[in-house]
């Protein structure tokens, strides 16, 4: 066989297939030529995929494969690599994407030992057991800082997913850029931040109403024949007319959950929020970004200073692109600035009044900014696009925001107690 590890085989249609995906985000990635090797990619997603890999006596290796057989040696030997195994074992999603990166990375540093140059570069005879180990260990350290990223990345794009609905992953398509946050501090710093969120699972309450077709969650009395329990149709003519006249009968009680429109924050970031604050605002954001999926509702997001920045929009049915530019816009977002209130608010009601519908919406301003506000003005634009307005505001006051908010909150401590108070608002 090809490769180098035990109990794989090559060339089945399945190992091709992960092998030539961790190939192709490889290449992505800049891999050198020299390295671009599909038994080899093999070796690294199965290194990382398998709880136990086992590898080949060298004697058992064929002629022109002894650099592979050094690298996934390395690996295997190396310590760190069981750090990896707690996101890559048994996860073909990760397994993947830190393959492809890994691979990448060893690359690079055997370029750096010169091991990849000259007219012997594909042949392998270059790169000795010392080399390898030596590339390895520093991409291996590079890769676990990444694991942690991913695994978070993940995390965010399957959260509130449906069971049987697939996965959010389209490493196809994404696989290049999620390595490539994962790769960027500013978005492991920011991934960092869902560590302090707490819990929601056991938080949130479906919104429902009340209908006929909907799902069981109890019974009622009443005269509803669609939702009449089948008992009832067992009575007696005359007294099930008497029950059905006397509003009597025992039906079942159904609901349908309700489909809001959009949640939207608002964040200020003008020169006062930088720091802590901002960080919290940004953990908040997250947190919201979570319960829109939990109640399968798109999600807005701007920043905004003395002007409102771009939009980010997350639709319901939450592609891994939008997801990406969620994260990638939230971690490069800096303070600084004035604070224009009013602007930010009308822009965000103009923002749900785009998207059409006369859903009731909510809208979440963070801010700890004083400003005057149109106060009339803001209250009515509310009104006519159906959204109901909660001020978080941090540090400070506002009798304004007070005055126009349907829910008014002041946050002092900055905790992972406060994040939940404003999801669940």
């Not at 050094?70 to 690996?75: F, M, N, Y």
């Not at 920011?190 to 302090?196: A, F, G, R, V």
């Not at 924050?265 to 802590?276: A, C, F, H, P, Y």
Request: hydrophobic residues 40%; proline residues 3%; contains cysteine.
């Amino acid at each position: 066989m090809p490769g180098v590890l035990r109990g794989v085989k090559y060339r089945d249609p399945v190992t091709v297939f992960r092998g030539e995906k961790v190939l192709n985000i490889a290449k992505r990635l800049g891999l050198n030529e020299a390295l671009r090797d599909l038994d080899l990619a093999i070796d690294f997603f199965y290194s990382l995929y398998l709880p136990v890999p086992i590898i080949k006596p060298f004697s058992a290796v064929e002629e022109g494969k002894e650099r592979n057989y050094h690298i996934v040696r390395a690996l295997l030997n190396n310590p760190v690599l069981n750090e990896l195994k707690q996101y890559t074992t048994v996860n073909s999603s990760i397994s993947t994407l830190l393959s492809a990166s890994l691979m990448s990375r060893v690359a690079d540093e055997l370029e750096k030992e010169g091991s990849l140059g000259g007219e012997n570069e594909s042949d392998g005879r270059d790169v000795d057991e010392g080399t390898a180990s030596r590339a390895v260990n520093r991409a291996l350290k590079d890769v676990a800082e990444e694991a942690k990223a991913m695994k978070s990345l993940e995390k965010m794009m399957g959260y509130g997913k449906r069971a049987g609905s697939g996965t959010v992953l389209d490493l196809e398509d994404t696989g290049e850029d999620i390595i490539r946050m994962a790769r960027s501090a500013d978005v492991r710093k920011l991934l960092e931040i869902m560590s302090t969120i707490p819990s929601l699972d056991f938080k949130l309450k479906r919104k429902v109403y009340s209908s006929a077709k909907g799902e069981v969650i109890g019974y009622l009395v009443g005269s509803d024949v669609e939702r009449v329990v089948p008992t009832e149709l067992a009575l007696p003519r005359i007294y099930f007319r008497t029950k059905l006249l006397e509003g009597r009968l025992l039906v079942y009680d159904k609901v349908l959950p309700k489909t809001p429109g959009p949640l939207y924050v608002l964040i200020d970031k003008s020169g006062s929020m930088e720091g802590e604050k901002i960080r919290w605002a940004k953990a908040t954001a997250i947190a919201l970004f979570l319960r829109s999926r939990r109640e399968a509702r798109d999600f807005y997001i701007r920043f905004f200073d003395g002007s409102a920045h771009p939009l980010i929009r997350v639709s319901r049915k939450t592609s891994a692109r939008e997801v990406i530019n969620l994260i990638d816009y939230l971690a490069r977002v800096k303070g600084g600035g004035g604070t224009d209130i009013t602007g930010a608010v009308l822009t965000a009601c103009d923002d749900i009044s785009r998207a059409g519908g006369r859903k009731p919406s909510d809208l979440i301003v963070i801010t700890d900014g004083e400003d005057r506000i149109g106060i009339s003005t803001i209250k009515r634009r509310l009104r006519q696009v159906n959204t109901r307005l909660v001020s978080v505001m941090i540090a400070g006051d506002n009798r304004d925001l007070r005055e126009v908010s349907d829910k008014y909150m002041r946050v002092i401590r900055l905790s992972d107690r406060e994040i939940l108070q404003v999801v669940e608002a």
